[in-house]
């Protein structure tokens, strides 16, 4: 059974650009979460869909938004890039909405110069 | 917002030796997960832990779910050069906060040969 997929796995931006980010989720998970992780912050939650809906929303400003697709990929984008943007974005599968076990993919690695 | 300690930051011990860290939380929470990630990765799930209580061991990794469901503890016996890495443990509330999890500092493993 393959794993979470994110494409793609490096980018580098310049300041003020927009990106868009993407994740397949494990065959059969519906729930998709997002996440932001630096070495000042560690990791922290951005948002997560379920059946093509937002469910949960993390303290992001509204640059950062997501979807989710009828087949359970989602997207992330993130608009007017700033420095402080560059980080490992990582998105994790569960199977459900709710308390169970989520798995990560490898992880974008975004760079904005 | 609901915050994680994770300790210790950092352990440097010898092959062989056994290794213990923690998680303590302000609030309660219903599931706890230990992560392991490598550089350049995204975490890998080692242990979900489901019921206060709980000790649920995966190889040479034991971890249990405290009886106040704010504190976790992981422990690696007999450790190996591939044990290293950062350890995290998370946390998930379920309900309104969906799969949500909510993220320790991290753990920074070094195992000497």
């Known amino acids: 059974k393959a794993g979470v997929t994110q494409t793609p796995r490096y980018l580098i931006k310049t300041r003020g650009q927009q990106v868009t980010l993407s994740c397949s989720p494990i065959s059969g998970h519906r729930s998709v979460s997002w996440y932001q992780q630096t070495p000042g912050q560690g990791l922290q939650f951005l948002f997560e869909?379920?059946?093509?809906?937002?469910?949960n929303k993390g303290n992001f400003p509204g640059r950062f938004s997501g979807r989710q697709f009828s087949n359970s990929r989602s997207e992330m984008n993130v608009s007017t890039l700033e420095l402080g943007d560059s980080a490992l974005y990582l998105c994790?599968?569960?199977?459900?909405?709710?308390?169970?076990?989520?798995?990560f993919g490898q992880g974008t690695r975004l760079t904005v110069v | 917002g609901q915050q994680l300690n994770q300790s210790p930051q950092s352990m440097f011990i010898q092959e062989g030796e056994d290794v213990s860290m923690n998680c303590t939380s302000s609030s309660i929470f219903n599931t706890w997960l230990w992560y392991k990630q490598e550089p350049g990765e995204g975490p890998v799930l080692l242990i979900a832990?489901?019921?206060?209580?709980e000790l649920t061991s995966n190889g040479r990794l034991t971890a249990q779910f405290g009886i106040t469901r704010k504190d976790s503890f992981l422990n690696i016996s007999a450790s190996i050069p591939s044990d290293v890495g950062i350890y995290f443990c998370a946390g998930q509330s379920g309900e309104t906060s969906g799969s949500r999890l909510t993220f320790g500092e991290g753990t920074q493993l070094t195992v000497n040969p």
């Open positions: 832990l489901y019921k206060a209580g």
């Open positions: 869909y379920f059946s093509e809906t937002q469910r």
């Open positions: 994790a599968s569960s199977l459900v909405l709710g308390v169970t076990e989520a798995f």
